[in-house]
C-alpha cells in the first residue's frame, strides 16, 4: 500500500504532484507515475524508480495542466517495472486509475472484461478497476456513477482515484480500508492517502469512510456512498506538523 496524491484547482499541477510524493517517499515503492492532461488529451507519464526519476521523465515536457493525480507503487500483483506501474488507462485511454491496495477478485474481473473484448496491458490486480468502469461509463455516461457501479463488483481494499477525458473538471476518489483524505483550499481541492503531502497547502481535512466517493472539483466535492447513499462530513483540521 504506498502513496496517493491529487489536485484540480487554478495552478500548474505538476509540482504539487511531484513534491506530494516525495512527501509520501518514507513509505517506501518501487515506481511512480502521473497523470494530467495535456491540450485537453489525458496523459500518463509512469516508471520504476524513484520521484526524481519521474521528475527528470517530464522535465522539459510542457505540461499546463491544473488537474492531476500521481501515485508510488508498492507492488502486489505483477512486478515493479514501467508498464506496470500507475496510472492505469482503459481500452482507450480516455479513463486514468490510481490505486493503493489489493483487488481479490480481479482474475475473475479480467477474465470477464477479456470476454467482452477488453484489451488488458499490464500485469496488475488495478487495471480492471479502469475497465470495469469503461463498461459502466457505456450504459451510464457519468464518471462518478459509472465509479460506483464498478467499485459495488470488486472485493478487496482500495484508496483509489479516476479521472476521464470526457470529464476534464474532476477527479474521483474512493476509499474501502486503506486511507484516503480530501484538503479542502479555497478554489482548489487536494486529495491524498497522508496528511504529509497535503499539509504545505493546507490544514483543512476531510477523512474518507470505508465505502465513501468523493466528486472532487476545483470547488466542491460531494461525498456519498457506493450505494449511493449522501454523507454528510465534517472539515477537520490537521494540528500536527510534517516532523510530529
Ligand atoms: N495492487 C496494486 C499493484 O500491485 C497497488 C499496489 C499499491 O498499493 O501500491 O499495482
Known amino acids: 500500500m504506498c502513496g496517493i496524491i491529487g489536485y484540480i484547482g487554478p495552478k500548474n499541477v505538476v509540482p504539487i504532484l511531484l513534491d506530494g510524493l516525495r512527501r509520501l517517499e518514507y513509505r517506501g515503492y518501487d515506481s511512480a507515475g502521473i497523470a494530467v492532461f495535456q491540450k485537453d488529451s489525458l496523459v500518463m507519464f509512469k516508471q520504476a524508480g524513484k520521484v526524481n526519476d519521474l521528475a527528470a521523465l517530464v522535465k522539459g515536457i510542457n505540461i499546463n495542466s491544473s488537474i492531476g493525480m500521481g501515485h508510488t507503487r508498492w507492488a502486489t500483483h505483477g512486478s515493479p517495472n514501467d508498464i506496470n506501474a500507475h496510472p492505469h488507462g482503459?481500452?482507450?485511454?480516455?479513463?486514468?486509475?490510481?490505486?493503493?491496495?489489493?483487488?481479490?477478485?480481479?482474475?475473475?474481473?479480467?477474465?470477464?472484461?477479456?470476454?467482452?473484448?477488453?484489451?488488458?496491458?499490464?500485469?496488475?490486480?488495478?487495471?480492471?478497476?479502469?475497465?470495469?468502469?469503461?463498461?459502466?461509463?457505456?450504459?451510464?455516461?457519468?464518471?462518478?456513477?459509472?465509479?460506483?457501479?464498478?467499485?459495488?463488483?470488486?472485493?478487496?481494499?482500495?484508496?483509489?482515484?479516476?479521472?476521464?477525458?470526457?470529464?476534464?473538471?474532476?477527479?474521483?476518489?474512493?476509499?474501502?480500508?486503506?486511507?484516503?483524505?480530501?484538503?479542502?483550499?479555497?478554489?482548489?481541492?487536494?486529495?491524498?492517502?497522508?496528511?504529509?503531502?497535503?499539509?504545505?497547502?493546507?490544514?483543512?481535512?476531510?477523512?474518507?469512510?470505508?465505502?465513501?466517493?468523493?466528486?472532487?472539483?476545483?470547488?466542491?466535492?460531494?461525498?456519498?456512498?457506493?450505494?449511493?447513499?449522501?454523507?454528510?462530513k465534517q472539515v477537520e483540521e490537521i494540528t500536527f506538523n510534517l516532523e510530529q
Open 90 to 232: 482503459d481500452c482507450r485511454e480516455r479513463i486514468a486509475v490510481i490505486h493503493n491496495g489489493i483487488i481479490e477478485n480481479y482474475s475473475t474481473l479480467r477474465k470477464r472484461l477479456e470476454q467482452l473484448g477488453h484489451i488488458m496491458r499490464t500485469e496488475t490486480d488495478t487495471e480492471v478497476i479502469a475497465h470495469l468502469i469503461e463498461e459502466k461509463y457505456r450504459q451510464n455516461p457519468d464518471l462518478t456513477t459509472a465509479t460506483r457501479l464498478a467499485l459495488l463488483e470488486v472485493r478487496g481494499t482500495y484508496g483509489l482515484l479516476v479521472m476521464s477525458s470526457d470529464e476534464p473538471d474532476k477527479i474521483i476518489a474512493a476509499r474501502r480500508g486503506s486511507p484516503l483524505m480530501i484538503g479542502v483550499g479555497e478554489g482548489e481541492n487536494f486529495v491524498a492517502s497522508d496528511a504529509a503531502a497535503l499539509i504545505d497547502h493546507t490544514r483543512n481535512v476531510i477523512y474518507l469512510d470505508d465505502d465513501d466517493i468523493v466528486c472532487l472539483r476545483a470547488d466542491s466535492y460531494n461525498v456519498k456512498t457506493i450505494r449511493d447513499e449522501l454523507r454528510s
